[in-house]
């Protein structure tokens, strides 16, 4: 993720609808007389809500030597996390980086070695504390006990339905075998060569799954509509702020249409949106979007527009015409998908007033098109591509 920006004329600084459990790093700028100084040395920190993951006293690992051989990557279905090199000890905990589980689901989980020239054989453990005691126990193990292996190792996990629920610690381990492949131990245990990680994880009912995508379908100048991607949930309160404000609007809706009024034209917005399944709410879907306007574009609502420049077919295959009233009032012609992309499409000017637009190599969905004017404004059109 990027970063925000925000402004302050105060020195004492706050921020809110950060999400727990969650590191960040924030630096910053004094302005003076219209200029920014340097940056100031970066603070780090991590939001509290980890519970059991950063509550509890684990025990201590030793940091072994990694310099030949390391843990590379943890994949979960197919998901990769490269962690790289850690010097002997990855510690994620807090990080960004963290996994849901749900009660007995199953999961393939793949451990990855990175090598710096051998290809030794390693052995792995890897536990996670399902009662969020604090300990972890051999039963909580589920790499397989002395199973050698060169370059990855796959696993079948299935969370265990009386699992605690919340955060909880996860420990890995990838040790070098070729002396001895015992199982690992999970504490104070003196390795000479592999590598330890540690991350949060968070074991979940499975009642309220997070939602998968909020695609934009419609934008005006003060308002903008949203469609929620399919999901078992009735209710979904969502919450929207003009970026870098303090201030947020909340509402709740039934419906997958989600419809923000009033917005101020030409505007940038951040919007999070969670389902809500038996007073349980899902992790938040983050997306930002900006309006349009007088200073940025002219918007679809125009009643001139559809007699000054015309798309069809709409929606198209594999490519579309514009048709222009007023030729001669067009510089330039651009395509931005609506997360604010640039596509760079072949535009075929077939007859004075008439452009063919090749659209084969755009997938399916929304699309914008900027066509600038020779008086320094421009027009935005929507097409569909299907």
Same mark, same amino acid.
């Given at each position: 993720?990027?970063?925000?920006?925000?402004?302050?004329?105060?020195s004492?600084?706050?921020?809110?609808?950060?999400?727990i459990c969650?590191?960040?790093?924030?630096?910053v700028?004094?302005?003076?007389?219209?200029?920014?100084?340097?940056?100031?040395?970066?603070?780090?920190?991590?939001?509290?809500?980890?519970?059991?993951?950063?509550?509890?006293?684990?025990?201590?690992?030793f940091?072994?030597?990694?310099e030949?051989?390391?843990?590379?990557?943890?994949?979960?279905?197919?998901?990769?996390?490269?962690?790289?090199?850690?010097?002997?000890?990855?510690?994620?905990?807090?990080? @960004?980086?963290q996994w849901?589980?749900?009660k007995?689901?199953?999961?393939?989980?793949?451990?990855?070695?990175?090598?710096?020239?051998?290809?030794?054989t390693?052995?792995?453990?890897?536990?996670?504390?399902? @009662?969020?005691?604090g300990?972890?126990?051999?039963?909580?193990?589920?790499?397989?006990?002395?199973?050698?292996?060169?370059?990855?190792?796959?696993?079948?996990?299935?969370?265990?339905?009386?699992?605690?629920?919340?955060?909880?610690?996860?420990?890995?381990?990838?040790?070098?075998a070729?002396?001895?492949s015992?199982?690992?131990?999970?504490?104070?245990?003196?390795?000479?060569?592999?590598?330890?990680?540690?991350?949060?994880?968070?074991?979940?009912?499975?009642?309220?799954?997070a939602?998968?995508?909020?695609?934009?379908i419609?934008?005006?100048?003060?308002?903008?509509?949203?469609?929620?991607s399919?999901?078992?949930?009735?209710?979904?309160?969502?919450?929207?702020?003009?970026?870098?404000?303090?201030?947020?609007?909340?509402?709740?809706?039934?419906?997958?249409i989600?419809?923000?009024n009033?917005?101020?034209?030409?505007?940038?917005?951040?919007?999070?949106?969670?389902?809500?399944?038996?007073?349980?709410?899902?992790?938040?879907?983050?997306?930002?979007f900006?309006?349009?306007?007088?200073?940025?574009?002219?918007?679809?609502?125009?009643? @001139?527009?559809?007699?000054?420049?015309?798309?069809?077919?709409?929606?198209?295959?594999?490519?579309?015409?514009?048709?222009?009233?007023?030729?001669?009032?067009?510089?330039?012609?651009?395509?931005?998908?609506?997360?604010?992309?640039? @596509?760079?499409?072949?535009?075929?000017?077939?007859?004075?007033?008439?452009?063919?637009?090749?659209?084969?190599?755009?997938?399916?969905g929304?699309?914008?098109?900027?066509?600038?004017?020779?008086?320094?404004?421009?027009?935005?059109?929507k097409?569909?591509?299907?």
């Open positions: 993720m990027g970063y925000f920006l925000f402004q302050s004329g105060s004492l600084l706050k921020f809110d609808q950060l999400e969650t590191a960040y790093e924030l630096f700028y004094s302005h003076c007389n219209g200029k920014l100084s340097a940056a100031s040395e970066t603070l780090y920190f991590t939001t509290n809500g980890c519970e059991a993951c950063t509550n509890l006293d684990y025990c201590r690992r940091r072994p030597s990694s030949l051989e390391w843990l590379h990557a943890i994949e979960v279905d197919q998901e990769s996390f490269i962690s790289g090199n850690n010097a002997g000890y990855g510690n994620y905990v807090g990080s @960004n980086q849901t589980f749900e007995s689901k199953k999961y393939q989980i793949t451990l990855k070695t990175g090598y710096l020239s051998d290809t030794s390693m052995v792995a453990a890897a536990w996670i504390d399902w @009662n969020q005691d300990l972890f126990d051999d039963a909580e193990n589920y790499a397989v006990p002395t199973l050698q292996f060169k370059y990855q190792i796959n696993y079948s996990l299935t969370i265990p339905t009386n699992a605690r629920s919340g955060w909880t610690r996860m420990r890995v381990i990838l040790k070098f070729e002396f001895s015992s199982t690992p131990l999970a504490c104070f245990q003196s390795l000479e060569f592999g590598e330890y990680e540690e991350y949060c994880v968070y074991i979940s009912e499975g009642l309220c799954p939602i998968n995508n909020v695609d934009l419609e934008l005006k100048t003060n308002s903008a509509q949203f469609l929620l399919s999901h078992p949930a009735s209710e979904f309160e969502y919450a929207y702020r003009k970026l870098y404000q303090d201030d947020w609007v909340k509402g709740v809706t039934h419906s997958r989600l419809e923000l009033a917005l101020d034209s030409c505007s940038k917005y951040q919007l999070k949106v969670s389902a809500n399944c038996l007073n349980e709410l899902s992790k938040p879907f983050t997306l930002y900006q309006t349009r306007g007088k200073d940025c574009a002219v918007a679809n609502e125009d009643p @001139n527009i559809e007699n000054l420049i015309k798309i069809y077919p709409n929606p198209c295959f594999d490519q579309a015409y514009l048709k222009f009233e007023n030729p001669s009032q067009v510089s330039r012609i651009d395509c931005y998908d609506l997360n604010g992309k640039k @596509n760079s499409l072949p535009f075929v000017q077939v007859e004075s007033a008439k452009v063919l637009m090749e659209t084969q190599t755009l997938t399916n929304y699309y914008l098109l900027k066509i600038s004017l020779t008086d320094g404004s421009f027009w935005a059109l097409f569909c591509k299907i």
